[in-house]
């Protein structure tokens, strides 16, 4: 066959042509003369010499050795032409089909040559057995052209060719005769049916899924193997009559008048095994009184699989069973699938009920290792799943998988992710339901007082009961929706950076401080009610894709019954408040903000600090801070927050074009406008950030630029940090006053003693007696802060003292310094 398009190809400067009169017989080079060229075109339908003449195709033998044009041929590797087996290649069959000329098989179903060819009849075509005396059959038959002189070049050739995926060893493909479903006359209506399914990814539905549709062939049902279901098909010796056995009681019908033509010596019995080798002896009469045997092959095991959702409800002798059963809601297998389960579970249900079998399908990618190597034991980067779970756990197994990439993307297995989802989110969640516990079995918590209401809460309980609630309709959208990955990151986002890292944190006071010293009664039965309410939540939520843990946590917060029985919780949308969690958003930036600013200059949290400065955007903007003003003050240790409405001669601004953005919309022009980006004012600058967007003239074009197609940076000015994020800017003054000074004294030597404390194993209730070593650079920081040590630390009496006997030892600022805690 070739490539109808093929126009002459020779390289004409190597010298091809050689003198012909001079060449004799054995010769390594031939010489040939190029007399005239030809596109591919016209070589369709010139005839040539069999090579090997042993034996002709079963038909149309005179049309077998001919010149065919053929889709599949490239000139992209080799010649453009190639030698077609219709009985080795769908391809080849195909196009050897369509031009009506026949098959000719000359190697049997061992993979050796049959005696037809007598140079090498018995002989295998490929070393399938791994034989170390295996005589190359291809080499032979080089030497067999050679010295027949047939051969005009010969050249080793490196080209792709199939191979078991289990143990490498060559595949021969191979005709045989088979039983097919007609599924090409329902590709209409499987192609418009699969439209209606809900493909995750959308992609594998509309594009390998949807074109192995589009060019869909009969469906090949039988396998010539010996384990399976036998094809219930009997047939007479002249193939004439046939008949198709529906059931078993057909088939015991059917046997009987077998047994009574004298066929069959015995009736089937009750436990009669309808496998092979047995189902193979049943010999059944035909209607003219001949004997009929069984087709010795088995179906396709694809179709037990498609059948599946009938076949578990013994379909159709109890066709009510289907009600409500059928079709599936979600079915979930790899992508490799597409033409397997998919495929047939999709064709029998279109066929036999003109329905799809499932409503929404999850196509899984592939594990692959960390560096994106396919696994294999052969390649020794496989990871036995059943000693990763024993070793790490199922559900943060599980866990990592899900929030590693979506379920339906190859995803890259490193172990270190299931220790940082360990860590990280499992760890976190622990530790929060431990500070719980804690508390309260101190404090006699009883979950079953009637709740406090919440316009009775202060603001942060307010606010993470409205993000839990939003977490709610986020998690509860992504699982309906079949985004388990989305729904993970939320709830592993919820629980560590807003309940552990904000809530808790700046909630902690509340718990573990005893009524009357600041806190009401009222006021930590709120905040033990949120926090309970919020871990039962998530235990709920996270349930799905954690099933072990959930249960855990959720039996651990005194449930009676399984979370796998519990209702999934249902959102309040009274209890979102989209502007206080905006709020809230706004000071987890800042706090953030300023926390890195701190970093920056190895400024410690617990060093007070006089002001940050924000500019001010807009009214709505201060407001919104100015609502959490106190939480952020609170969060960065820092004493008050400046506005500026008017940054010009405080912050220096500059301005950065997003080549990334700006590029594909401006292409030629963007040098253009990147200049004129760079080259803006600082009031330009902040009307763009006031605004959104300015309008700029470049060479007579009005060009509007908005704000997140740039990047706005602060330069640092003396004596304060500066730091951007989008339209956020802070600046922290990072000028430490000596009053300052002590009080970031005070918050360490608190840090220290509570660390002792723990060392001490004295319960977070007990209440101590203190006495510190006097030290010239604490002692103003001792007096000037002495009630505020004492309430954190409980202490009844704390004194310095020129001398600690039976003391203890710490640093603060690098200077050691001495103590004696006593238990009152």
Same mark, same amino acid.
């Not at 339901?433 to 919440?454: M, P, V, W």
């Given at each position: 066959?070739?490539?109808?398009?093929?126009?002459?190809?020779?390289?004409?400067?190597?010298?091809?042509?050689?003198?012909?009169?001079?060449?004799?017989?054995?010769?390594?080079?031939?010489?040939?003369?190029?007399?005239?060229?030809?596109?591919?075109?016209?070589?369709?339908?010139?005839?040539?010499?069999?090579?090997?003449?042993?034996?002709?195709?079963?038909?149309?033998?005179?049309?077998?050795?001919?010149?065919?044009?053929?889709?599949?041929?490239?000139?992209?590797?080799?010649?453009?032409?190639?030698?077609?087996?219709?009985?080795?290649?769908?391809?080849?069959?195909?196009?050897?089909?369509?031009?009506?000329?026949?098959?000719?098989?000359?190697?049997?179903?061992?993979?050796?040559?049959?005696?037809?060819?007598?140079?090498?009849?018995?002989?295998?075509?490929?070393?399938?057995?791994?034989?170390?005396?295996?005589?190359?059959?291809?080499?032979?038959?080089?030497?067999?052209?050679?010295?027949?002189?047939?051969?005009?070049?010969?050249?080793?050739?490196?080209?792709?060719?199939?191979?078991?995926?289990?143990?490498?060893?060559?595949?021969?493909?191979?005709?045989?005769?088979?039983?097919?479903?007609?599924?090409?006359?329902?590709?209409?209506?499987?192609?418009?049916?699969?439209?209606?399914?809900?493909?995750?990814?959308?992609?594998?539905?509309?594009?390998?899924?949807?074109?192995?549709?589009?060019?869909?062939?009969?469906?090949?049902?039988?396998?010539?193997?010996?384990?399976?279901?036998?094809?219930?098909?009997?047939?007479?010796?002249?193939?004439?009559?046939?008949?198709?056995?529906?059931?078993?009681?057909?088939?015991?019908?059917?046997?009987?008048?077998?047994?009574?033509?004298?066929?069959?010596?015995?009736?089937?019995?009750?436990?009669?095994?309808?496998?092979?080798?047995?189902?193979?002896?049943?010999?059944?009469?035909?209607?003219?009184?001949?004997?009929?045997?069984?087709?010795?092959?088995?179906?396709?095991?694809?179709?037990?699989?498609?059948?599946?959702?009938?076949?578990?409800?013994?379909?159709?002798?109890?066709?009510?069973?289907?009600?409500?059963?059928?079709?599936?809601?979600?079915?979930?297998?790899?992508?490799?699938?597409?033409?397997?389960?998919?495929?047939?579970?999709?064709?029998?249900?279109?066929?036999?009920?003109?329905?799809?079998?499932?409503?929404?399908?999850?196509?899984?990618?592939?594990?692959?290792?960390?560096?994106?190597?396919?696994?294999?034991?052969?390649?020794?980067?496989?990871?036995?799943?059943?000693?990763?779970?024993?070793?790490?756990?199922?559900?943060?197994?599980?866990?990592?998988?899900?929030?590693?990439?979506?379920?339906?993307?190859?995803?890259?297995?490193?172990?270190?992710?299931?220790?940082?989802?360990?860590?990280?989110?499992?760890?976190?969640?622990?530790?929060?339901?431990?500070?719980?516990?804690?508390?309260?079995?101190?404090?006699?918590?009883?979950?079953?007082?009637?709740?406090?209401?919440?316009?009775?809460?202060?603001?942060?309980?307010?606010?993470?009961?409205?993000?839990?609630?939003?977490?709610?309709?986020?998690?509860?959208?992504?699982?309906?929706?079949?985004?388990?990955?989305?729904?993970?990151?939320?709830?592993?986002?919820?629980?560590?950076?807003?309940?552990?890292?904000?809530?808790?944190?700046?909630?902690?006071?509340?718990?573990?401080?005893?009524?009357?010293?600041?806190?009401?009664?009222?006021?930590?039965?709120?905040?033990?009610?949120?926090?309970?309410?919020?871990?039962?939540?998530?235990?709920?939520?996270?349930?799905?894709?954690?099933?072990?843990?959930?249960?855990?946590?959720?039996?651990?917060?005194?449930?009676?019954?399984?979370?796998?029985?519990?209702?999934?919780?249902?959102?309040?949308?009274?209890?979102?408040?989209?502007?206080?969690?905006?709020?809230?958003?706004?000071?987890?930036?800042?706090?953030?903000?300023?926390?890195?600013?701190?970093?920056?200059?190895?400024?410690?949290?617990?060093?007070?600090?006089?002001?940050?400065?924000?500019?001010?955007?807009?009214?709505?903007?201060?407001?919104?801070?100015?609502?959490?003003?106190?939480?952020?003050?609170?969060?960065?240790?820092?004493?008050?927050?400046?506005?500026?409405?008017?940054?010009?001669?405080?912050?220096?601004?500059?301005?950065?074009?997003?080549?990334?953005?700006?590029?594909?919309?401006?292409?030629?022009?963007?040098?253009?406008?990147?200049?004129?980006?760079?080259?803006?004012?600082?009031?330009? &600058?902040?009307?763009?950030?006031?605004?959104?967007? /300015?309008?700029?003239? $470049? @060479? !007579?074009?009005? *060009?509007?630029?908005? =704000?997140?197609?740039?990047?706005?940076?602060?330069?640092?000015?003396?004596?304060?940090?500066?730091?951007?994020?989008?339209?956020?800017?802070?600046?922290?003054?990072?000028?430490?006053?000596?009053?300052?000074?002590?009080?970031?004294?005070?918050?360490?030597?608190?840090?220290?003693?509570?660390?002792?404390?723990?060392?001490?194993?004295?319960?977070?209730?007990?209440?101590?007696?203190?006495?510190?070593?006097?030290?010239?650079?604490?002692?103003?920081?001792?007096?000037?802060?002495?009630?505020?040590?004492?309430?954190?630390?409980?202490?009844?009496?704390? &004194?310095?003292?020129?001398?600690?006997?039976?003391? /203890?030892?710490?640093? $603060? @600022? !690098?200077?050691? *310094?001495?103590?004696? =805690?006593?238990?009152?």
């Amino acid at each position: 066959s070739v490539k109808i398009v093929l126009e002459n190809n020779r390289d004409k400067t190597k010298g091809d042509y050689l003198n012909i009169p001079t060449w004799s017989l054995g010769d390594k080079k031939i010489p040939f003369q190029v007399v005239k060229e030809f596109k591919g075109a016209d070589l369709v339908g010139v005839t040539y010499e069999q090579l090997l003449p042993y034996t002709l195709p079963h038909k149309d033998a005179e049309k077998a050795f001919q010149v065919i044009a053929g889709d599949f041929v490239t000139t992209e590797d080799g010649t453009g032409i190639v030698h077609l087996a219709p009985s080795f290649g769908a391809d080849d069959m195909r196009v050897c089909n369509q031009n009506k000329i026949g098959s000719l098989t000359l190697v049997d179903k061992s993979g050796k040559f049959v005696s037809e060819c007598p140079q090498w009849a018995g002989r295998y075509v490929k070393n399938f057995n791994d034989d170390p005396e295996y005589q190359n059959v291809d080499i032979d038959i080089v030497v067999y052209l050679k010295q027949n002189n047939k051969a005009f070049k010969v050249e080793k050739y490196a080209h792709t060719y199939p191979h078991c995926w289990r143990t490498d060893k060559p595949i021969l493909y191979y005709p045989l005769d088979s039983w097919f479903i007609k599924t090409t006359a329902y590709k209409k209506r499987l192609t418009e049916l699969n439209k209606t399914i809900n493909w995750k990814p959308k992609a594998t539905g509309t594009g390998r899924f949807g074109n192995w549709l589009e060019n869909l062939v009969d469906w090949n049902l039988s396998r010539s193997r010996f384990w399976g279901t036998p094809l219930p098909i009997w047939l007479s010796r002249d193939r004439k009559e046939i008949k198709v056995i529906g059931s078993v009681s057909e088939l015991q019908v059917e046997v009987n008048k077998a047994y009574d033509a004298g066929f069959m010596e015995h009736k089937l019995t009750e436990d009669f095994d309808l496998h092979k080798p047995f189902v193979d002896r049943i010999v059944l009469s035909s209607e003219t009184g001949q004997k009929m045997y069984r087709e010795p092959d088995l179906i396709d095991v694809w179709f037990d699989s498609g059948a599946m959702p009938y076949a578990q409800l013994h379909y159709p002798f109890k066709k009510n069973d289907l009600d409500g059963k059928f079709p599936a809601d979600f079915i979930a297998e790899g992508v490799d699938q597409t033409r397997g389960w998919f495929f047939t579970l999709h064709t029998i249900a279109v066929m036999l009920f003109d329905s799809v079998a499932f409503k929404n399908v999850v196509s899984n990618g592939l594990v692959l290792d960390k560096h994106g190597n396919k696994m294999s034991k052969r390649l020794g980067n496989a990871i036995d799943p059943f000693k990763t779970i024993d070793k790490y756990g199922a559900d943060p197994t599980r866990w990592y998988m899900i929030i590693n990439s979506q379920p339906w993307d190859n995803t890259k297995f490193d172990i270190e992710g299931i220790l940082e989802v360990k860590r990280k989110f499992f760890g976190t969640l622990y530790n929060t339901y431990a500070f719980l516990a804690l508390y309260a079995n101190i404090d006699g918590f009883d979950k079953s007082k009637e709740e406090i209401q919440i316009d009775q809460r202060p603001e942060i309980d307010k606010w993470i009961i409205s993000k839990l609630n939003s977490l709610i309709v986020e998690t509860d959208k992504y699982y309906s929706e079949y985004e388990p990955t989305k729904a993970a990151r939320v709830i592993q986002s919820f629980v560590i950076e807003n309940l552990s890292n904000w809530y808790v944190r700046l909630c902690r006071r509340r718990f573990w401080k005893s009524e009357g010293e600041g806190i009401t009664k009222e006021d930590k039965q709120a905040a033990y009610q949120t926090l309970y309410n919020c871990l039962l939540t998530i235990s709920k939520l996270m349930a799905p894709i954690a099933p072990f843990i959930s249960e855990r946590l959720y039996l651990d917060l005194n449930q009676q019954t399984s979370v796998h029985l519990a209702d999934f919780p249902k959102s309040k949308s009274v209890l979102i408040n989209k502007d206080l969690e905006e709020q809230m958003h706004i000071a987890q930036q800042v706090s953030s903000m300023v926390l890195a600013l701190r970093k920056k200059v190895n400024i410690k949290v617990r060093q007070p600090l006089n002001k940050i400065m924000i500019p001010i955007l807009t009214p709505e903007f201060k407001g919104h801070i100015e609502k959490v003003e106190a939480l952020i003050l609170k969060e960065t240790n820092v004493k008050a927050i400046e506005y500026v409405l008017n940054t010009s001669g405080i912050i220096t601004k500059k301005i950065k074009p997003d080549f990334k953005k700006l590029g594909p919309k401006y292409g030629q022009k963007m040098k253009l406008v990147a200049g004129a980006i760079s080259s803006m004012g600082q009031r330009e &600058i902040e009307s763009l950030e006031t605004d959104g967007a /300015l309008m700029l003239n $470049i @060479n !007579e074009e009005n *060009i509007r630029i908005t =704000i997140d197609e740039v990047d706005i940076l602060s330069e640092d000015i003396p004596g304060w940090l500066v730091e951007n994020k989008g339209e956020l800017t802070v600046a922290l003054d990072i000028k430490i006053s000596d009053e300052l000074k002590q009080e970031g004294i005070a918050r360490e030597l608190v840090n220290r003693i509570q660390n002792l404390r723990k060392q001490q194993k004295l319960n977070v209730t007990d209440r101590i007696n203190i006495k510190i070593e006097r030290k010239d650079w604490i002692e103003s920081a001792i007096y000037n802060h002495k009630e505020y040590i004492c309430s954190e630390i409980l202490a009844e009496e704390l &004194i310095l003292a020129d001398k600690v006997s039976n003391s /203890l030892t710490t640093e $603060i @600022n !690098e200077t050691e *310094i001495k103590l004696e =805690i006593q238990k009152t």
